[in-house]
């Protein structure tokens, strides 16, 4: 009686272990791209995705790219030379936001309640303007007055105030919890029919 020949196993792929990497690894093509990318876009995905990395584990990818001490470092190099470059910091930036969160129509007036003419406001106050419209009236009328209604629309108020509160932590997108940290099979020892090892 003859034996049949089992099909010979195929050898397991050999895995080769992560390389060490520390900040001053150098980037490989892909990842210098992936820092560029990121530093364009602030999006994760987006940069994987730009870099040549699959689109569909690209938030994963990105993920585990960010967390790399040689990437995470060649970002805060990347930040450092933007805000050389364009003089912008996160402190101009969250000054920028604070100007608009605390904005006060009340500024744009004069004493007598004249609406003060836009190139005397300071600096501040006219960044707080997303837009100017000028209306003219009584063009037609026999009386040959021609007024003019200015109509100014600031930006978001409530919106510049959550990224404020945002940047000062105040709100949490989970908030905390009281309840204490356990799996949620864990039974106490006493429950019936529950043998404890």
């Not at 997303?130 to 600031?154: F, M, P």
């Amino acid at each position: 009686m003859s034996e049949i020949a089992k099909p010979a196993r195929r050898p397991r792929p050999h895995h080769f272990p992560p390389r060490p990497v520390s900040s001053d690894t150098p980037l490989r093509a892909r990842e210098r791209r992936f820092v560029e990318e990121y530093l364009a876009c602030l999006n994760g995905a987006k940069a994987a995705t730009q870099a040549g990395y699959s689109a569909k584990t690209a938030r994963v990818t990105a993920s585990k790219l960010l967390t790399k001490a040689n990437i995470a470092a060649a970002l805060e190099t990347g930040y450092k030379e933007r805000e050389k470059r364009t003089l912008i910091t996160s402190d101009s930036t969250v000054r920028a936001i604070a100007c608009l969160a605390h904005s006060d129509i009340r500024k744009f007036y004069d004493a007598n309640g004249d609406l003060i003419p836009i190139h005397s406001l300071p600096d501040e106050l006219a960044a707080c303007i997303a837009s100017i419209e000028v209306v003219k009236r009584n063009l037609t009328s026999g009386d040959g007055k021609t007024e003019r209604v200015w109509k100014i629309k600031l930006w978001s108020k409530p919106q510049a105030l959550e990224l404020l509160g945002r940047h000062q932590g105040l709100f949490r997108e989970d908030p905390p919890s009281d309840a204490p940290d356990v799996p949620a099979f864990a039974l106490p020892p006493e429950t019936p029919g529950v043998r404890c090892h």
